[in-house]
C-alpha cells in the first residue's frame, strides 16, 4: 500500500480528567474506552502495518462537546456515548473510509 502518513489512521483519544464539576472527557469514562477501542483494533489485526494507531490524547480543547477523539489524517471529530459508538466508528470509518455523521462533532 502506498501512502504518505506514516499510519494510514491516527486516533486520539481525550482523556483529561478536570477538578471536580467541570466537564471533561474522562468524566465520561474516556480511557477506558481508549483501552476499549485498542482492544477491538488488535482483535481486528488493524494495528499490524501501521494500518490503525489509538492514542491518549490530553485535553482537546473540547471539554463542552465531548467525549471526544479525532482521527486524522481527516481531521474529523466524533463523540460517543456508548461501546456501539466507539463499535461503529471503527466499523464504518476505520475499516471502510465511511464517515459516521451521527456522532461527528462539527468544526
Ligand atoms: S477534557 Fe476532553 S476536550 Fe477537554
Known amino acids: ?3 504518505s502518513n506514516y499510519y494510514q489512521y491516527h486516533v486520539f483519544f481525550c482523556t483529561n480528567q478536570r477538578p471536580a464539576g467541570e466537564s471533561c472527557c474522562e468524566n465520561q469514562g474516556a480511557l477506558d474506552m481508549r483501552n476499549y477501542a485498542k482492544k477491538r483494533i488488535k482483535e481486528l489485526q488493524l494495528h499490524k502495518n501501521n494500518q ?3 492514542n491518549t490524547a490530553g485535553c482537546l480543547n473540547r471539554c463542552g462537546e465531548g467525549p ?11 463523540t460517543w456515548i456508548d461501546k456501539e459508538d466507539i463499535d461503529e466508528i471503527i466499523d464504518e470509518h476505520l475499516c471502510h473510509g465511511r464517515v459516521v455523521e451521527r456522532l461527528r462533532v462539527l468544526p
Do not use: A, T
Open 68 to 78: 471526544v477523539i479525532v482521527i486524522y489524517p481527516e481531521d474529523i471529530w466524533y
Open 52 to 54: 490503525v494507531r489509538i
Open 1 to 3: 500500500m502506498s501512502r
